[in-house]
Nanobody
Framework: VQLQASGGGLVQAGGSLRLSCAAS????????MDWYRQAPGKQRELVASITSGGSTNYADSVKGRFAISRDNTKNTVYLQMNSLKPEDTGVYYC????????????????WGQGTLVTVSS
């Protein structure tokens, strides 16, 4: 299983970006999908999460500005980021709890490779 993240880039403060993360491989089902970020010199933090049923949760710092969504038919999670601030700068990682086909059905957690978001002031 692989998670491929895309959509990062350089944007001015107040601008918007949309991140995407597509899962591929021997997938039976996907449970929770998350976005994390890691700013320079800081620990990785949870930004937003979404369950298979569409329930969402956000870090206080992004509530009202970011929106997480998913397309279960495409095994893809999105993060729409609006009103971006310089403090939103960092590498954004997608994470997913995925049940995969092996000899049995096994649930594992997978990480994408990260996509860099830079917000200039």
């Amino acid at each position: 299983v692989q998670l491929q993240a895309s959509g990062g880039g350089l944007v001015q403060a107040g601008g918007s970006l949309r991140l995407s993360c597509a899962a591929s491989g021997s997938i039976f089902s996907i449970n929770v999908m998350d976005w994390y970020r890691q700013a320079p010199g800081k620990q990785r933090e949870l930004v937003a999460s979404i369950t298979s049923g569409g329930s969402t949760n956000y870090a206080d710092s992004v509530k009202g500005r970011f929106a997480i969504s998913r397309d279960n038919t495409k095994n893809t999670v999105y993060l729409q980021m609006n009103s971006l601030k310089p403090e939103d700068t960092g590498v954004y990682y997608c994470n997913a709890s995925i049940t995969v086909y092996t000899t049995y059905l096994v649930r594992n957690t997978y990480w994408g490779q990260g996509t860099l978001v830079t917000v200039s002031s």
